[in-house]
């Protein structure tokens, strides 16, 4: 689900300018260093997808062993935007196990996601932040949710496109289980000999406990 918020150079600062660590960084908002980090994500991102055709397949087959334990219920994936990450494979697997598919729905700005059912070969319909299933699918509670994200670090903290819908969504949905979709080399640090590991949060920002990619799943333990 792609958003673009008011880049940050609008707002007096250039992201690309910033060096990590320094006084300037240190100096900046919270949003101007998750521009800083969201461009190095779309960069990495861009690179993942060009070099592993087979990512979407990989994705798949390892959502479907973390699943195996879990109670068929609905699942929420997403319609892939840009180079995100396809999680269509997956669902298109787990529905033929059983599981009811729904793709998210932005009912109103500044308000939590909707859900409607959706399979293969619905009719489908572009809408300003996403491609969204028919206004008359019927409406579903999922309960695992696909979250896509920019990056993600150690911790579980991801980074979005700076909507904040899915952490609205989130925080009305408890007893949702979410789980992260990202390339691997999303991860922060991308590289060992960087510096920064972990991501900036804000008050609003929640951690993932899980967080699934072409190469496996990555469980993140949260505090109760």
Known sequence: MAFSPLPAHARGLDPALLTPGSAAWHAASIETRKAWH???????????????????????????????????????????????????????????????????????????????????????VHAMFSTEPSPDAPLCDPTVILVPLLAFDRLGQRLGQGGGFYDRTLAVRPGALAIGVAFAAQGCPAEEEETLSLLPVGPYDKPLSVIVTERGCRQFPQES
């Open 38 to 124: 969201r461009r190095r994500a779309r960069e990495r991102r861009k690179l993942a997808a060009r070099e592993q055709p087979g990512s979407a397949q990989m994705l798949a087959l390892h959502l479907e062993q973390f699943l195996a334990d879990q109670p068929v219920g609905c699942i929420a994936g997403y319609w892939p935007q840009g180079m995100e990450l396809d999680p269509r494979p997956a669902l298109e697997r787990l529905s033929q196990r059983g599981w009811t598919l729904a793709l998210p729905v932005v009912e109103e700005m500044n308000k939590p996601l909707a859900f409607r059912r959706w399979q293969a070969g619905d009719t489908l």
